[in-house]
Structures are given as structure tokens and as C-alpha cells.
């Protein structure tokens, strides 16, 4: 029999990451990384065949420590997928609500979960990823202490749900971006509604960004995300991060990538996929 294809996720089992991986590629074993670099180098290296990285999230933003690692990673981006998060409270087997004191879980989730949480009179406390906090209280019983986690998690580590999607607000979704070392990887098929992603950094002239992004307007090109972040910590360096409609094959958008290079002294496509159907609903 053979082996199955690997898919890397930076958090513990558990995670929201590994519920993605599950629910968009469940023939890939997912292969739970610490951090985000370790995650990329495991689709580097070839020890898994791709990455599943989340990028931003509608409540919270852009994911801290991503956009700079995409494009010394080495990796392109072959799809995006928009997962909606739900936060389940658990707790150790046999253990009811009213026992529950404080809710653990990373910031971020706490934070998504705060009406919810004030509602159920529970304390918070800070744990730096949503399963490990599950994973820590499976390992450690205290039937005062419920952990804000994924249902994958519960199911994972043996724990009860005690209250389920008690996120503040049921539009939370997170993108992820799929990624694969692959360096030929194939573009979507023409007719097919498809993002290009791509950084560049403009030339230290008057004028440098607008002149920059003048193509994207002259040649009819939808840009939908324009971010900018420092490059190896120098303030004189701004990097941007872009996405916009089409594929760098279509003409409009190979002259406009093309005009790009002249108020730009560094350009580097990421990758070409199609658009997940999520952005347009209905």
C-alpha cells in the first residue's frame, strides 16, 4: 500500500490549521509543525508535499509572521481556502459547567470568545496555541479549567464539550493559503476566476507607489489587497504584498506586471490559483 502524501500545518493536532487539512485534503497525513518556518521547511524539504498556512482572519487580521516568510520560503502558492472557525468549550471527562472556572486559550480565540465567555462568568487565561490548551488540560485534569478549542480537538485529547460555537460572531473565517515547492507548478486554466499573488518593492523615487500601481488601473486589473511590510528590519525597505484578479498569463495583467518593473527594483509572482468559491457566496 502506498504511503499517503504528507501536509504540513504549523499548531498542535487539534488546531484550526488541522481542521483544514481535513477538510480539504483528507487523503494528506497532516504533519503538525511549531512554528511557521518549520512548517515551510517540511514542503521545502520535501517531507511533506504541501503547506496549509493561514494568512488572515476576518475578525482578528493579517496572521503576524507570514507575509514576510513567503517569499524567502521558496514555495509557491497553488490554492486558498476560506475555513469558518467555531470555538467549542471543553473540559475533562465528567466535569459539568458549573465546575468551570477559567477559560483557557490562545489571545485571540479568548478575545473572539469574550461575550460568550462573560456570559458563562469565566476567568480567562492566555495558552499559546487553542489545542494545546485542549492537549494541556487532557494531560493535566483540573475540573476547574475548560479549554477554547477546536471540535477536532475534543476528539482528540478526550474531552467534553461543554458549550459549543461560542464565538462572539458567526462570520469568523480564516483564509489559508495552500503552498508546494513545486517550481512548475501549473496555473489554473483560462476562464478560471484566479488570484496572483506577488510581492515588489518600489525604487526610491517621488511618486514611486502610485506610479507603481498606475498599470493595474490603465490595464482594467482588480487589485484586491495591497499590504506593505518592512523587509529585514530596515525602515528604508518597504516590501508589498498583492493580490489581484487573473492570472500573470492574461494579457492585461502581464503588461501591467510588466509596467510594475519600471517604479519597482524587485517583483517576484508567488503564485497563480484559482479564486476560492467563498468569495463569491450565492
Known amino acids: 500500500m502506498t504511503a499517503p502524501q504528507k501536509i504540513a500545518f504549523q499548531g498542535e493536532l487539534g488546531a484550526n490549521s488541522h481542521e483544514a487539512c481535513q477538510t480539504y485534503f483528507p487523503t494528506y497525513e497532516p504533519v503538525p509543525c511549531l512554528t511557521f518556518e518549520e512548517a515551510f521547511e517540511a514542503v521545502k524539504s520535501g517531507a511533506c508535499a504541501l503547506g496549509m498556512i493561514p494568512v488572515e482572519n476576518s475578525i482578528a487580521g493579517r496572521v503576524a509572521d507570514v507575509h514576510h516568510l513567503l517569499p524567502s520560503s521558496g514555495l509557491r502558492i497553488i490554492g486558498e481556502k476560506f475555513k ?22 490562545m489571545p485571540i480565540a479568548l478575545s473572539q470568545c469574550r461575550q460568550s465567555l462573560k456570559r458563562l462568568g469565566l476567568r480567562t487565561e492566555a495558552a499559546g496555541d487553542t489545542a494545546g490548551a485542549a492537549k494541556a488540560l487532557s494531560e493535566n485534569p483540573d475540573p476547574t479549567k475548560a479549554a477554547v478549542s477546536p471540535a477536532l480537538a475534543a476528539q482528540i485529547y478526550g474531552l467534553d464539550i461543554l458549550a459549543s460555537n461560542i464565538e462572539d460572531t458567526h462570520n469568523n473565517t480564516t483564509r489559508f493559503l495552500v503552498m508546494t515547492a513545486e517550481k512548475d507548478a501549473a496555473p489554473p486554466p483560462e476562464g478560471v ?11 526610491n523615487m517621488p511618486a514611486a507607489l502610485y506610479k507603481a500601481l498606475g498599470g493595474f488601473a490603465t490595464n482594467g486589473v482588480n487589485l484586491t489587497k495591497l499590504e506593505s511590510y518592512m523587509e529585514g528590519g530596515a ?13 500573470p498569463q492574461d494579457p492585461p495583467l502581464a503588461r501591467a506586471l510588466e509596467e510594475l518593473t519600471f517604479f519597482a527594483d524587485h517583483v517576484e509572482v508567488l503564485g497563480a490559483y484559482p479564486a476560492d468559491p467563498f468569495r463569491t457566496p450565492g
Open 84 to 105: 469558518p472557525i467555531r470555538f467549542h468549550l471543553m473540559a475533562n471527562k465528567g466535569v459539568t459547567l458549573d465546575q468551570v472556572k477559567t477559560a483557557v486559550s
Open 193 to 203: 476566476p484566479s488570484v496572483t499573488s506577488f510581492v515588489f518593492r518600489v525604487r
Open 235 to 247: 525602515f528604508a525597505a518597504t516590501m508589498f504584498y498583492a493580490e489581484v484578479d487573473g492570472r
